[in-house]
């Protein structure tokens, strides 16, 4: 396997799937074939991972269906009851792209702790393999950001992976609580400065540089959260690259 050499992350801020035409199924949305490009190959390997989901049977099912028509080789990774595979590293490393899931991101991250995943996707994102994710998939490459992992209030969470070392603000448009608490806690210092992204945005970087936000809306945004170094914050919005349907 070729590969180009460069670490990609693509964090998706929500959209990654739309409602399918076929009742109760989804479909993979641009942001999904923009990650699969970064590849470089013809037909990827994409690998699912849905521990932020518990493992969700029926989510990695509609995952699965979700990229049905497209040119991929799908399969998955899972930890419950135990991994599905017999050796999740080699696993990890033999994908071109790997997805994550929303959901819990403080239980991703204490499950991938506890198995060694953490390790195994840093060396697969050194070794060139495309990481990306939405929501807990999308905040665990960071520093962290926000999250209700632990209920319906948001709370600051900052025990992510930091192969990227920001905070990352997702559902940014979405919902109320996001933005500010994103930027009280970047002002106060509990978290450091970062991007955050509207529903169907995806932030990419390459290694740990921001490249470019991308979108399948017109009129979703990406954001840069700073602070003023005098107890304030400044945002500056991101045109995105508008992704063709």
């Not at 595979?85 to 204490?110: F, K």
């Not at 490459?141 to 992976?161: A, C, I, K, Q, Y």
């Amino acid at each position: 396997m070729t590969r180009s050499g460069q670490s990609h992350i693509l964090a998706v801020g929500g959209g990654s799937f739309r409602p399918s035409r076929r009742h109760g199924q989804i479909e993979a949305s641009a942001l999904l074939r923009y990650g699969l490009d970064l590849t470089g190959q013809d037909r990827p390997k994409l690998g699912l991972v849905a521990t932020a989901m518990g493992d969700s049977a029926d989510w990695v099912l509609k995952m699965y269906g979700a990229f049905a028509s497209w040119d991929v080789e799908v399969s998955h990774l899972t930890v419950f009851p135990m991994p599905n595979v017999p050796d999740p590293r080699a696993w990890i490393l033999e994908q071109d792209m790997i997805y994550v899931s929303g959901g819990s991101v403080a239980n991703l991250m204490a499950l991938w702790r506890l198995h060694g995943l953490d390790e195994a996707f840093e060396e697969a994102w050194r070794a060139g393999v495309v990481l990306s994710g939405q929501s807990a998939g999308a905040l665990c490459w960071h520093v962290g950001g926000n999250t209700d992992s632990f209920g319906p209030d948001l709370r600051v969470w900052s025990e992510g992976m930091a192969l990227l070392p920001y905070s990352c603000g997702v559902h940014y448009n979405a919902e109320p609580q996001r933005r500010p608490l994103l930027q009280r806690s970047v002002a106060e210092g509990e978290l450091p400065a970062g991007y955050a992204a509207d529903e169907n945005v995806g932030l990419h970087y390459v290694g740990t540089e921001f490249i470019q936000a991308v979108s399948t809306e017109p009129g979703s945004y990406a954001y840069k959260v700073e602070t003023d170094g005098a107890g304030k914050v400044k945002e500056f919005r991101i045109e995105p690259r508008l992704l063709t349907p």
